[in-house]
């Protein structure tokens, strides 16, 4: 498949059709937990708490409720199969899930419509989105930044798709030795979980790149946390002080002005 074949907007300047090419690829395989994607279904757990209790403190929601997020219009934003997007449904929120691959969303729809789940998906960029002037409570950014192609565009669309005082969660990989030995050489070459080439060690960001960049584009980080992995259970956990390979952070849109 070459990235031609995939329907992207070429007026999208964080679009890397590469990189969407290579997701397009794996998309049929997106919910099958001992394939190409196994990393991200062993991460979920973790990436669905951080998300769940970071909105429900700064929307002064109970997480212990059923549907705490509930009333919540949400973006995944680079949504792929919908891995984050489906728990989100079920805790309540109203969701969209946005990705730039037009196989991705389909496989997310077919999914959905098995788990009977009534979620927006569109094959559509965080510019177009914002071009057509769509607004959310928060967005979820989770694995996506290390993909884009460019960085300040693409923060700036997601700035300007949140409500005043919303909120982002996002995940992404440190750019360390370590990242390198375990996202790409562990990960890629040695298990295999993830086909050659999925990730560029070089697009990596470090915590205070990503914070910058964000404070450049108009959010103030509220929160960040290490993902650390634990080999002998294949399980994540969260750490306050390890933020050598994997992180999350929670960030707010600040007011104009």
């Not at 002064?60 to 219009?73: F, I, S, T, V, Y």
């Not at 919303?166 to 990960?187: D, H, P, Q």
């Not at 946390?225 to 600040?254: C, R």
């Amino acid at each position: 498949m070459t990235a031609a074949s995939e329907k992207t907007s070429s007026a999208s300047a964080s679009v890397d059709p590469a990189e969407i090419a290579h997701f397009s690829a794996m998309a049929a395989t997106w919910w099958d937990p001992k394939g190409p994607f196994k990393p991200l279904h062993n991460l979920n757990p973790t990436r669905i708490a951080f998300a769940r209790d970071s909105l429900c403190r700064h929307f002064n929601r109970d997480p212990k409720d059923a549907e705490p997020l509930q009333g919540l219009r949400i973006l995944d934003i680079g949504c792929g199969g919908g891995l984050l997007t489906e728990p989100m449904t079920r805790l309540g929120a109203t969701m969209v899930g946005a990705d730039a691959s037009e196989k991705n969303i389909k496989t997310a729809q077919a999914h959905a419509n098995d788990m009977e789940l009534d979620i927006d998906y569109r094959n559509i960029t965080a510019e177009e989105l914002a071009d057509a002037g769509e607004k959310f409570d928060a967005i979820l950014n989770m694995e996506v930044i290390e993909h884009v192609a460019d960085i300040p565009s693409f923060l700036t669309a997601c700035h300007g798709l949140l409500k005043d005082e919303g909120c982002m969660v996002m995940s992404t990989l440190n750019r360390t030795a370590k990242s390198w030995i375990m996202a790409i050489a562990g990960a890629e070459y040695i298990m295999r979980w993830l086909p050659k080439g999925t990730h560029d060690w070089q697009k990596f960001l470090k915590p205070s790149e990503l914070s910058r960049a964000l404070r450049s584009t108009g959010f103030e980080t509220l929160d960040l946390k290490g993902m650390v992995y634990h080999p002998l259970s294949g399980e994540w956990s969260l750490d306050d002080h390890d933020f050598s390979v994997n992180y999350l952070i929670l960030t707010e849109k600040k007011q104009d002005g």
